[in-house]
């Protein structure tokens, strides 16, 4: 008499069970084709299909009829449609981002420039930390962009202080 451990789809092992007792759960169509057995004395885990002593029972039953299930309307949240673009959970990196962008302006160009570099490696370090709060384009836009205009600004500044600019006035 041949027995059969059988992994369900809970993942838990049943039996050992004899091979009626199987064929009788394929025709109640509690395990399919692709459920995993094993046969006594063996070590491996196979898909009944596989095991040649099931062949008859399965094909009986034939294919398994899939019913698709009834679409669900999803609604989006911010998290889902808005949180993709703009990384609500690394609020450094968002920071740095704007800072970087008003870093053009003349002057006070240079303190937002600096901050946009501060916020921006700490929301970098932060999205690499933890990759699901996000933020990467975000805090490396801000590092460049406060980088670029910041020292753009103190390039201006130097040029009109050494050209007398201000002393002609």
Not at 3 to 20: C, F, N, T, W
Not at 38 to 44: D, R, V
Not at 65 to 93: C, D, H, M
Not at 131 to 147: E, K
Request: some cysteine; proline content about 7%; overall charge positive.
């Amino acid at each position: 008499m041949a027995l059969y451990k059988i992994r369900g789809s809970d993942q838990k092992e049943y039996g050992p069970v004899v091979l009626e007792e199987v064929c009788r759960w394929i025709a109640e169509q509690r395990v399919t084709a692709a459920t995993l057995a094993q046969p006594e004395g063996s070590t491996e885990w196979r898909p009944l299909g596989a095991l040649l002593e099931f062949a008859e029972a399965l094909r009986r039953v034939g294919p398994p009829v899939v019913v698709p299930a009834a679409a669900q309307p999803q609604l989006e949240t911010p998290e889902s449609a808005l949180g993709k673009v703009i990384p609500f959970r690394n609020p450094k990196a968002v920071t740095a981002y704007y800072l970087g962008m008003f870093s053009f302006i003349p002057v006070i160009g240079i303190f937002l420039g600096l901050a946009a570099v501060i916020l921006g490696l700490q929301g970098l370090w932060l999205a690499n930390r933890n990759p699901a709060v996000r933020g990467h384009i975000h805090a490396s836009a801000g590092i460049l962009l406060g980088m670029f205009f910041g020292l753009g600004n103190v390039a201006l500044l130097w040029f009109l202080l050494n050209t007398g600019y201000w002393a002609r006035r």
